[in-house]
């Protein structure tokens, strides 16, 4: 039969079903495919934080929504336009988030009496008429896989998994995505186990079979690839991202890198992918806590490496004391937080903002440390970069605040040319430092750069520069120990200055208009949603400015200005008011917060209206359109 081909300019599908459905390679794999296509993307995976949850129940729901298009776009989407729902949980989960017209694609045969009862359903939605404002089209996946595998030697349970692949090769026909990557995949992947190798490659294409087949598809769609910088492109995600910048940060800067590390929701895939990267001169060490791990990292630095160490809140709150050391003897150390919902465990698997506070604030004494954020998982790369180029540059430990939404999520990277990176430059300590009254010479540990107001790093074993560290005072220049009420006041003070004389560029505004009375600051993973808000208020007719911080610790010099240029400051974040409180504390300008702790990433659309909802309230105080 002749289908009929509909040209769309974007597109968001969510995959859901139990937690053992596979849904996460399914759209890990397409939108891999979809990178390969040459769309732009953005992807938001959303899982259980038990390792198996309870099948068929609405807490064991595990999803992934791709936003893909032929254009820039910012964000994972706000509402998918298809959900595919494995059983009856998934529907249930999701639907609320499917607009009306919107189309699903069910697993009729998961829709038995026992999984309907199990998530509160008393009639089946796929006959009560619940769905008659849905596009619905329904496919008996599991029974369908299973008779396109009779033939291959394989258990029942093995062909009934595979049922995955058979809904991703009917969404790859559905929109036209390229099939050639996700076999290679799936031979590589089951490489040792040939028959299911075989097997899972011919549900896929069984999958793609049907819908080119069925009466029930009518439609297939195409979305063009996005017009891109010219350069090589891959799909990445955030952890892998930040990874990749620690190794281009251990070559730019010449030092072994050496990671330190206790495996915790949502950094562990930092600490598995380094591993793999002896090669570059990384070493891993997977410590028996938190503790242990960022000891060793600071052990590292101290002997000449770039010492790393990846954690989220619950590890950071561990690891406070020893971040206090390293503001003591003043060493480098680059200090990954992926943020996650919190107090105490929280939520594993959820993204949030919160740990702002934590990383500015959470240690005894003044030990002020430089914060950097990205703002994207591609973003992740160039943020590591930053945050060692820092830690090397001024002697001094560097948190870096991504968090679980940039961990998980991806989008297309172009990979970055080697001689564009920035040159990271230790200048170890050589020789003697001090000329003596009496002429002789010696080595200062605690004689600073008047630049950068950073100590000497000398490597442990250098003839002539032996010196004594630890965590009581030092006395300025000598470095001994010191009680001295003098001393210790010059020495708090001294590292505060550094801190807050590094170098960061200036605060960039988006103002297209140069007229908006309204600015947005944001930071960190905000950026995507802000931006797509700012765009669709501005489509609208009015006028919006917008912000983000990369830096948080020290503030750009040219942020208070840039403050007291808007009438309004509208700052949203996924805590409770961090960022706000510490722009109206520092710069006394009237910042409006708009918080909210959802373990999920905003909506531009709810944005948008907030964002229009503040500019209505600007003109009418000023008495414009009342």
């Known amino acids: 039969m002749t289908k009929q081909v509909e040209k769309v300019d974007r597109v968001i599908i969510r995959f859901a079903g139990d937690s053992g459905d596979g849904m996460q390679l399914t759209g890990d794999r397409f939108t891999s495919e979809t990178a390969a296509f040459g769309n732009d993307l953005s992807t938001l995976p959303d899982f259980p934080a038990e390792i198996r949850a309870p099948a068929g129940t609405l807490p064991g729901v595990s999803a992934f929504q791709l936003h893909f298009a032929d254009h820039d776009i910012l964000t994972p989407g706000d509402a998918p336009d298809v959900l595919v729902a494995m ?120 999958g793609w079979n049907y819908g080119e087949t069925t009466e029930d598809f009518v439609v297939s769609y195409e979305i063009a690839p996005a017009p891109m910088p010219k350069g090589t492109y891959r799909n990445i995600h955030g952890n892998l991202a930040l990874a990749y910048g620690l190794i281009a940060a251990s070559h730019a800067s010449g030092l072994p890198m050496f990671l330190g590390a ?96 934590l990383a500015m604030f959470g240690r005894n004494g003044e030990a002020p440390v430089p914060i950097v954020a990205p703002r994207s998982p591609a973003d992740c790369f160039d943020a590591a970069l930053e945050a060692a180029r820092i830690a090397v540059t001024y002697r001094t430990p560097v948190f870096l605040l991504s968090d679980g939404y940039l961990a998980n999520g991806s989008e297309p990277w172009r990979i970055p040319d080697v001689a564009d990176l920035p040159v990271i430059a230790p200048d170890f300590a050589t020789g003697p430092n001090k000329v003596l009254e009496d002429g002789s010479e010696a080595f200062w540990p605690f004689l600073r750069d008047p630049a950068t107001l950073a100590r000497p790093w000398a490597v442990p074993g250098t003839p002539g520069l032996e010196h004594r560290i630890g965590g009581i005072e030092k006395q300025d220049g000598t470095g001994n120990i010191s009680y001295d009420p003098a001393n210790h006041d010059l020495m708090v003070r001294t590292r505060a200055a550094k801190v807050a004389g590094i170098d960061v560029p200036d605060l960039e505004v988006d103002d297209p208009s140069g007229a908006a009375k309204v600015l947005v600051l944001g930071w960190g993973s905000t950026y995507g949603p802000i931006q797509a808000a700012c765009r669709r208020v501005r489509r609208e007719g009015n006028q919006v400015a917008h912000a983000h911080l990369r830096h948080l610790n020290p503030f750009p010099a040219n942020l208070g200005r840039i403050l007291k240029e808007y009438d309004r400051v509208l700052v949203p974040e996924m805590n409770l008011g961090q960022l706000s409180m510490l722009v109206r504390a520092r710069y006394l300008v009237d910042a409006v917060g708009y918080n909210q702790v959802r373990g999920l990433p905003f909506k531009a659309a709810e944005l948008a209206g907030v964002i229009t909802n503040l500019i209505g309230t600007t003109d009418a105080v000023e008495g414009v359109g009342v």
Not at 89 to 108: H, Q, S, Y
Not at 316 to 341: F, H, M, N, Y
């Open 87 to 206: 059983n009856p949980a998934a529907l249930k989960a999701n639907l609320k988030d499917v607009p009306r017209g919107g189309t699903i694609i069910v697993n009729t045969d998961e829709f038995t009496s026992r999984a309907l009862t199990k998530v509160g359903y008393t009639a089946s939605p796929l006959e009560d008429g619940s769905l008659d404002g849905y596009k619905v089209h329904k496919v008996a996946l599991t029974t369908q896989t299973v008779k396109v595998l009779e033939e291959f030697d394989i258990s029942r349970k093995d062909a009934e998994r595979a049922k995955n692949m058979y809904s991703l090769g009917l969404l790859s026909w559905l929109y036209h995505r390229p099939t050639d990557s996700t076999v290679a995949f799936l031979e590589k992947k089951f490489a040792k186990k040939p028959e299911i190798a075989a097997a899972n490659v011919a549900a896929f294409r069984a």
């Open 262 to 357: 206790y495996p915790i929701t949502p950094a562990s895939d930092i600490l598995h992918e380094l591993s793999k990267h002896k090669n570059h001169g990384v070493r891993t060490f997977q410590a028996e806590d938190e503790i242990a791990g960022i000891g060793a990292a600071l052990g590292a630095s101290f002997g000449g490496a770039l010492g790393v160490t990846t954690t989220s809140g619950p590890g950071i709150a561990l690891k406070g004391e020893t971040i206090g050391l390293a503001v003591s003897l003043e060493l480098p150390l680059v200090i990954c937080d992926i943020q996650r919902g919190g107090p105490s465990t929280g939520l594993p698997t959820k993204t949030e903002q919160s740990d702002l506070f």
